[in-house]
């Protein structure tokens, strides 16, 4: 069973336009979210995170938006870059709770096209 | 600061054949450590993680092993590989305190043949 959902394998835009990639979870325990992005033959590399006491965090050219009642977060980035281009993991996981591993989404491969 | 570092990044090994990837935290102790493997469409799934010396969880069952023999030191294993243990070893770590984020290694490619 799939606590996350990331259900765009791929997606692809045009430079300078705004991507959106989007997840969906089931576990409701979930309080804490995660989006990292990867590059080919390399590590993740964390991105941005949301508490679920929020419902938006920005920090550059990415935002994240939580929706608790819907179990749906999603990340914007605006206006995407050719260099955005990577794979993209959505992750949940329970604030606080150490020793609890995170559960990844399968990923959502964004093309931004020049 | 902290590093994470994991070798080989390539390995190309025959079926049947052992296996050792090592991973190494520098510049923080105690920490938590995982294993994840990316497989094609699969994403990234999570194989084994230790809270500490010799405890390890395996989360799937499966043809590899994990050990912990030092603080930040964790070991993926396989006394028989097996072809569908080919992909993209990743590993990572986390302070036990914070609130959730992961810092991964460069990842290890393994081609089973």
């Known amino acids: 069973d799939q606590q996350v959902k990331q259900n765009s394998p791929s997606l692809s835009v045009q430079e300078g336009r705004i991507s959106i990639l989007n997840c969906d979870y089931t576990n409701s325990m979930f309080d804490y979210f995660l989006w990292y992005k990867k590059y080919p033959a390399e590590g993740p590399t964390f991105l941005i995170s949301i508490s679920s006491i929020k419902d938006k965090n920005e920090d550059g050219r990415f935002t994240v938006f939580l929706n608790k009642s819907a179990k749906h977060l999603s990340l914007h980035i605006v206006p995407s870059q050719p260099g955005d281009s990577a794979v993209y993991f959505c992750a949940a996981g329970l604030r606080n709770s150490g020793n609890t591993p995170l559960v990844f989404g399968k990923g959502t491969r964004l093309s931004v096209i020049a | 600061s902290q590093t994470i570092h994991q070798w080989p990044a390539t390995l190309v090994q025959p079926v049947g054949s052992p296996l050792s990837l090592e991973c190494t935290v520098e510049g923080t102790s105690n920490p938590n450590l995982y294993w994840y493997r990316q497989a094609a469409g699969r994403g990234l799934q999570l194989l084994f993680y230790?809270?500490?010396?010799?405890?390890i969880s395996s989360e799937v069952p499966q043809n590899l092993s994990a050990s912990r023999p030092q603080d930040r030191q964790f070991i993926l294993s396989s006394k028989k590989l097996l072809l569908s243990d080919s992909g993209f070893y990743l590993c990572?770590?986390?302070?036990?305190?914070?609130?959730?984020?992961?810092?991964f290694g460069e990842g290890s490619r393994l081609t089973v043949l």
């Open positions: 230790s809270i500490g010396i010799g405890q």
């Open positions: 990572a770590w986390k302070v036990k305190s914070n609130t959730g984020e992961l810092f």
